[in-house]
């Protein structure tokens, strides 16, 4: 054992006597305090102060590296809770408005969301989380706050399929309501919707509002359906053309409510045999 440790002290013995030399400088240094070995150790205090000042900015890096990941982080959680609160704030005012027009009508209401839409299509539909367990039918309307969305076409036991207004088979009975002129409201395709069978003679202004009228065997008179936007004349017709804004924003469609409202079939019957 003291064999091998000779050895080593032998093979090292340059970088041995290289630390005694510098421990011994050292104390000395520390020992001797002559006019020559205070300014080296000013000096030298000097020297390691600039260089401790100089390289001070690596810690901090590091330190501000850190803090601003951690901020980053505290920003991102900030900011899907302000989004969160956001959207929980705008799903209370539209459920709020939704809620006011059911407390406010004089029909039955099933509230349903649409869990399935199609807007860019000629026949435009909308899927329900609500079906026949919840009470719906064939050919009930479908309403939100704006006014008049569409009427149910097809149904199951929780889902049902609705029939925009937005949709080229779909008509509606309609009236002016400051006027009291009647017309018949279509789709043609587009963002607007078009008012027919308008004589040329009648009042019809722009800004005027559109509801569904008394005629209709499937909607109940009064439901809001749009806006008047342009009157035109059509050259060698006897009929205005009637452009309408829809009052229903079917690019955000979430919630509605369906009328617990079925046409009368009595009603429905007598008017088809005397149009046959």
Request: proline share 3%; glycine share 8%; aromatic share 8%.
């Amino acid at each position: 054992m003291l064999k091998r440790l000779y050895d080593i002290a032998l093979h090292f013995r340059e970088y041995f006597l290289f630390g005694v030399f510098l421990a011994v400088s050292f104390i000395l240094l520390a020992s001797n305090d002559t006019r020559q070995i205070r300014t080296i150790r000013s000096l030298t205090v000097v020297a390691v102060g600039y260089l401790q000042d100089a390289f001070s900015f690596i810690p901090q890096y590091f330190d501000l590296r850190d803090e601003n990941r951690v901020l980053r982080e505290l920003n991102l959680t900030l900011s899907e809770e302000v989004s969160r609160l956001r959207e929980g704030r705008l799903e209370n005012l539209r459920l709020r408005n939704l809620l006011g027009l059911r407390e406010e009508s004089p029909y039955q209401f099933v509230s349903a969301s649409i869990v399935g839409k199609t807007t860019q299509l000629l026949r435009n539909t909308i899927t329900l989380d609500a079906g026949e367990r919840q009470g719906l039918r064939v050919d009930m309307p479908i309403v939100n706050d704006q006014g008049l969305v569409g009427k149910i076409v097809a149904t199951g036991s929780d889902y049902s399929v609705g029939q925009l207004l937005l949709n080229k088979e779909l008509r509606v009975s309609a009236k002016i309501q400051r006027s009291r002129v009647d017309g018949i409201i279509r789709w043609d395709g587009g963002s607007l919707l078009s008012m027919q069978n308008v004589a040329k003679t009648l009042d019809v202004r722009p800004g005027d509002l559109v509801i569904t009228s008394e005629y209709s065997s499937l909607f109940p008179p009064g439901i809001r359906i749009g806006i008047v936007s342009s009157i035109r004349q059509i050259p060698g017709s006897l009929f205005q053309g009637i452009d309408v804004v829809p009052g229903v924003d079917f690019d955000r469609l979430e919630e509605v409510f369906v009328i617990a409202h079925v046409p009368d079939t009595v009603r429905v019957s007598l008017e088809q045999r005397f149009r046959e």
